[in-house]
């Protein structure tokens, strides 16, 4: 991304937050990511109680709540990516162009998600592990996809959420710490924060494979339109198997899955860090100690934000 040179007080938000250097946007980026969502909820509480909305039983199971629960977090993130860009002083038009990768990326993509299909049963395992100790999953509500249904819930969470999510995670969260960090660190950091973010014990394994994974590709490709693909391809499967009915395959056609999966995963993350020496440039004058203090300092809320809740996420199953 081109940028603007910073000029103290000219900026917009730098009166507030000062020098916008990339660690400490990346920072804001987590942080405001993390709480915005859950200011937004409130609000929209707040709003139903004033209409008496919050009166009528079982209202947070009917469809227009649970799509404002899947669209408040989508909202926040364009909102993000707004003050992202004009703190940072980026235009809208570099922002987009600088998105453009070789054709190559999106293949890799595509292999890649076969390659995480299979992870998917780590977090099995994790669950397994946890329900020893009395955890018992709650699960995820979704909007109804009967009918007409299932295009808006596909909209939402299959396009909609991967396109911002990548955006902000893979686009503005990792742009500043590939710029603080060494590249191994700033990748599984990404994939840490990510599912993190999630605050849910049984994503958490899943969604940190994923995110490192995403973020490896980000960093080699220059771009988030390959891991926007992904991430796609794995909302969208996974919708798909909810439409349909499917719990869980056979035990023989899980087996082909997971080799399938294995030889997919291993393949592209080998390319990836041993023969792919297609790397972003990345600049920045910013002293690399000083720059992973200001990030951690301004990630700080939205880290302890998450953490908090995960906890009490954790607690409430057991």
């Known amino acids: 991304m081109q940028e603007k040179d910073y000029k103290k007080g000219k900026t917009p938000f730098g009166g507030l937050f000062g ?3 990339p660690a ?18 409130f609000i929209f509480l707040l709003i139903l109680a004033f209409c008496g909305k919050a009166e009528t039983d079982g209202y947070q199971n009917q469809d227009w709540y649970l799509y ?22 980026i235009p809208l038009k570099n922002a987009l162009f600088s998105q453009k990768c070789k054709p190559k990326y999106f293949l890799i993509a595509f292999f890649l998600q076969i390659g995480l299909f299979g992870l998917s049963e780590l977090n099995s395992i994790f669950l397994n592990w946890l329900g020893k100790f009395g955890y018992n999953d709650a699960g995820i509500s979704l ?46 950091l990404c994939g ?22 995403f973020a490896l590709v980000a960093i080699k490709s220059g771009s988030v339109l390959p891991t926007v693909l992904s991430h796609f391809l794995n909302n969208a499967f996974v919708l798909i198997l909810y439409k349909a009915g499917v719990a869980q395959f056979s035990s023989g056609v ?8 294995a030889v997919c995963l291993t393949g592209v993350i080998g390319y990836l860090i041993f023969k792919d020496k297609q790397e972003s440039t990345v600049k920045t004058s910013e002293d690399k100690k ?11 809320v939205g880290i302890a934000l998450c953490a908090l809740t995960w906890l009490i996420v954790l607690c409430a199953g057991m």
């Open 24 to 41: 400490k946007a990346s920072g804001l980026v987590f942080s405001v990511a993390t709480v915005l969502p859950t200011v937004l909820s």
């Open 143 to 188: 909007p109804s996809v009967e009918g007409f249904g299932f295009v808006g819930v596909f909209l939402v969470i299959g396009v909609l959420a991967p396109v911002l999510e990548e955006i902000v995670f893979r686009g503005m969260l990792l742009n500043g710490l590939k710029k603080t960090f060494s590249m191994p660190v700033a990748v599984v």
């Open 19 to 21: 020098e916008p250097t």
């Open 290 to 300: 000083s720059g992973k203090n200001k990030f951690f300092v301004f990630a700080s």
């Open 68 to 89: 404002a629960n899947y669209l408040l977090p989508q909202i926040s993130f364009a909102l993000v990516a707004y003050f992202y860009l004009r703190y940072r002083q």
């Open 254 to 261: 899980l087996i082909l899955l997971l080799c399938l999966s």
């Open 192 to 213: 840490a924060l990510f599912a993190l973010f999630h605050q849910n014990p049984a994503q958490t394994v899943y969604q940190f494979c994923c995110g490192t994974a």
